[in-house]
């Protein structure tokens, strides 16, 4: 199903922050392929937040990174200004996703067809479903609900992951290990999201190349971004 494999791995940030730069370095160097989702209204903005007693930064990259910084992944988008969209009009729920779509698509030069639902838990019902399925360019959307599972999902407009990138108690790299010694005759998805400003919160980042390490180079598995993970199978 994927180029003939039968499993694939495929992960997904949020938010377009300057730790982005180290993120994709890390993923280019174990070869494995991630998705963004960027708010075209946000670049270059800065914000410090307070987390365990600690000042952290959440700066949004520069507008003029965009296409060179992301051109071995996939840009999507996460709306204009990141809104709670089940609170807005449905005018207001249509502009916020399709012109994020429409302006990240000239940034990067092709046409943007992928979504992540900004704001959290809530971030989605039925209505905005239907509004983005009907009226946008958008193909598939992904929410923050994770399944802790791999089997593969019907509803493109209600996409949940196997897992946050750093679960408490060492749960993601379990769930990891769980998949690439699987063996399945079906396909088989791991989907990990996250933001990679959460690696610098007790300085994670050695604990999520472990990861990358624990489940890159293997002959049975495909490494896509989302969009080509979800083309392998004719899903968009």
């Not at 946008?136 to 949940?160: L, N, P």
Request: glycine share 8%.
């Amino acid at each position: 199903m994927f180029h003939g494999k039968m499993k694939a791995i495929t992960f997904s940030y949020d938010d377009a922050v300057v730790q982005d730069r180290r993120l994709v370095e890390l993923l280019d160097k174990y070869g494995l392929k991630a998705t963004f989702n960027l708010n075209s209204e946000w670049f270059g903005k800065k914000h410090v937040f307070k987390a365990g007693g600690q000042d952290f930064e959440h700066i949004k990259i520069e507008e003029h990174e965009v296409r060179e910084l992301y051109k071995n992944h996939e840009v999507a988008a996460h709306t204009l200004s990141h809104p709670k969209l089940p609170t807005l009009p449905d005018e207001e729920v249509i502009r916020q996703v399709e012109q994020d779509r429409i302006n990240l698509s000239n940034l990067v030069g092709y046409k943007v067809v992928g979504m992540a639902y900004p704001g959290g838990s809530a971030n989605h019902d039925a209505r905005v479903e239907k509004l983005i399925k009907e009226h946008t360019g958008i193909k598939y959307c992904r929410t923050v609900e994770s399944t802790g599972a791999f089997e593969w999902k019907q509803d493109m407009y209600c996409f949940h992951p196997s897992a946050h990138h750093l679960e408490t108690n060492g749960k993601t790299y379990e769930l990891c290990k769980k998949f690439i010694e699987m063996e399945t005759d079906k396909p088989q998805l791991l989907y990990i999201w996250g933001h990679s400003y959460e690696m610098d919160f007790g300085d994670r980042w050695g604990e999520l190349e472990e990861i990358f390490r624990l489940i890159s180079g293997r002959d049975d598995i495909f490494y896509g971004t989302n969009r080509e993970v979800f083309e392998c199978c004719k899903c968009i």
